[in-house]
Nanobody, 115 residues
């Protein structure tokens, strides 16, 4: 199982960012993909999850209305798009797949929000 994320991003405050997570080695539609982030010196923060098979999503309350999860089954890739970025959202963003017996993580995508 492998989750490969897109590269580092630099954005101005107020901008949007879209991060991808390409899956391989398992049935993409059989497991949810979760998105988690970690700001410098902080713990992991769960953002929400998507069901790639049906497209159903669940967002953490603090991100409601500002984040969108999508999944493209033709390219077995999940995406997170976050709008109206602020500087305190500088963090490493991870996709995560809880499997039947293990948990797999992407390598992380550094998103830096700075003017």
């Amino acid at each position: 199982v492998q989750l490969v994320q897109s590269g580092a991003e630099l954005r101005n405050p107020g901008a949007s960012v879209k991060v991808s997570c390409k899956a391989s080695g398992y049935s993409f539609t059989s497991y949810y993909i979760h998105w988690v982030r970690q700001a410098p010196g902080q713990g992991l923060e769960w953002m929400g999850r998507i069901d790639p098979e049906h497209g159903g999503t669940k967002y953490a309350q603090k991100f409601q209305g500002r984040v969108t999860f999508t999944a493209d089954t033709s390219t077995v890739t999940a995406y997170v798009e976050l709008n109206s970025l602020s500087a305190d959202e500088t963090a490493v963003y991870y996709c995560e797949r809880p499997g039947a017996y293990d948990v797999n993580w992407g390598q992380g995508t550094q998103v830096t929000v700075s003017s």
